[in-house]
């Protein structure tokens, strides 16, 4: 690892006392491996040692070539730090999960977070997750349609424009960009770009984000905050200058000491901080944060004037469609052009709203293309939870054609047909093909696929077996 800047040793020897040559150990090692699995996808038991403050996080023993096994690529699970996975506790000791929410993520990409929310809340929840940069927010699209849950809109927008949806979230997460000193040891570069003055700009960036975003989270609504970085400006002092700024009270978790998460209390809020020498995961803050006053009822004008940007999707057209998806009464039917897509039913005024109010790169579910009596299904019902397996035809691959389908080039099934066929390993969909006689167009999208040098063997077992 690269040297250390100075002022960030002194600083962290500060904070740590007697801890700190365990730290700095801690940092000279190799960072641990860890996974979450997607259980409404995979629901077998695994035989990995857990995450502790998550149900479905595991610690892997060694860092495997993760883009070379398929059921990554399915959405089975999602390679993520295990610190970071803690936001599991702070959703689930503040807020009644069984409830129908409002959850916006608003740092969203790559979707670390985005996708473990998406498991925790319930199917009549929305997650907004956004996402200010272009071409990450596509990332985020990507793996939030691999995930598959269908009850999400990712957006592209600066925080500022939440303003036009005031008083609408239950739950915000900001995991705010930072100086990211938590991330020394797997990543030199952070250590590169670490600076005193940089640290004094995360913090404001972060203050004006908080601030342009506050207005969107009801009242009496949850705010998790979260950073991987270790110093007091970006992290407790934040949270001391909003609630001081904006009438928010600091909430308290509970956990079992053995997990390693230290407790820090400063300037009246609490905030949970993880150090490589005491936990197995990476560095990372969490605080969370109570809006003052009490949230009204919801109530959505029904009047017939209302004016939805969603359209429904026509009769015809949903017809010839609507048997891919299970229980389709369930989902509003939505036509933009020939792309067809759902969004659950109880969430469809909610989502016309974000619709309208903010820039949308993906939402629900996209079913199909259709053109006349032209169908295609689509990528994101290949991977969705509510995908009816039965309507098609399935191709269990093995593991070398699985990776050829996942770099997009030909494939041979030696099938003979004309139809769709959905591509599967070890049972779980991939995503599409056409057949054309003998022959079969590889309809994976290209922007999805697989660039590295394939190496000349390929692993012998997936990460989940
Ligand atoms: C720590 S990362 C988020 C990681 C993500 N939550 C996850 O779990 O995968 C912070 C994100 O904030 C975004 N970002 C950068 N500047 C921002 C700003 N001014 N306002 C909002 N987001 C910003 C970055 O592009 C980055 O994707």
Redesign the pocket.
């Known amino acids: 690892m690269a040297q250390l800047p100075e002022t960030f040793e002194t600083r962290m020897q500060r904070i740590l006392g007697a801890d700190f040559p365990d730290f700095q150990q801690a940092l000279q090692q190799t960072p641990p491996v860890s996974i979450r699995v997607n259980k409404q996808k995979y629901t077998a038991d695994l035989n990995l040692s857990k995450v502790p403050w998550t149900d479905t996080g595991y610690y892997l023993a060694e860092r495997p070539s993760f883009t070379l096994d398929p059921l990554l690529h399915a959405g089975a699970y999602y390679v ?1 730090e295990a610190s ?1 996975m803690f936001v599991e506790q702070a959703l689930k000791q503040t807020i009644d999960l069984d409830q129908p929410l409002h959850v916006l ?10 996708t ?1 929310l998406a498991s925790l809340i319930s199917k009549d929840s929305l997650l907004v997750s ?4 272009k071409n ?1 927010a596509s990332i ?1 699209a990507e793996n939030i349609a691999k995930w598959g849950t269908g009850n999400v809109l990712v957006t592209n927008n ?2 500022r424009d939440f303003g036009r949806l005031p008083e609408f979230f239950d739950v915000m ?1 900001v ?4 100086s990211g000193e938590g991330m020394f040891r797997k990543d030199p570069q952070a250590v590169e770009e670490w600076s005193e003055e940089n640290v004094v700009l995360c913090a404001r ?1 972060q203050q ?2 908080l601030s342009e975003v506050w207005q969107a989270l009801k009242p009496g609504g949850i705010l998790i905050y ?3 970085t270790w110093n007091e400006a970006e992290n407790e002092e934040n949270m001391a200058w909003l609630a001081e700024q904006e009438n928010a009270e600091s909430i308290k978790l509970n956990f079992d000491t053995g997990w390693g998460i230290v407790r820090s209390e400063m300037l009246g809020v609490e905030g949970y901080r993880f150090y490589p020498h005491a936990v197995q995961g990476e560095g990372f803050f969490l605080a969370v944060m109570r809006k003052a006053g009490q949230a009204e009822e919801e109530s959505y004008s029904t009047g017939k004037k209302k004016k939805y940007k969603l359209q429904e999707a026509g009769k015809k057209e949903k017809a010839l469609v609507q048997n891919w998806v299970l229980n389709p009464e369930d989902f509003a039917w939505i036509q933009h052009n020939e792309t067809i897509f759902t969004i659950p039913q109880d969430l469809f005024e909610a989502a016309d709203e974000v619709y309208q109010k903010l820039y949308v790169v993906y939402g629900g579910t996209q079913v199909a293309e259709v053109a006349g009596k032209k169908v295609k299904p689509l990528q994101p019902l290949a991977l969705s939870q509510y995908l009816n397996k039965a309507e098609f035809n399935t191709f269990d691959l093995d593991l070398e054609q699985a990776i050829r389908y996942l770099r997009k080039e030909d494939i041979n099934l030696g099938t003979n047909g004309s139809d769709w066929v959905l591509l599967q390993y070890k049972g779980f969909p991939l995503g599409w093909a056409k057949q054309i006689g003998n022959r079969i167009n590889n309809y994976y999208p290209k922007e999805w696929r697989i660039r590295m040098d394939l190496p000349n063997e390929l692993p012998e077992k997936s990460v989940l077996e």
């Open positions: 993520q970071s993520d608003l740092c969203g990409a790559p979707g670390g977070k985005s473990h956004n996402e200010v940069i990450r985020l600066d925080p997460v995991d705010a960009p930072c960036r004006r984000i979260s950073t991987c």
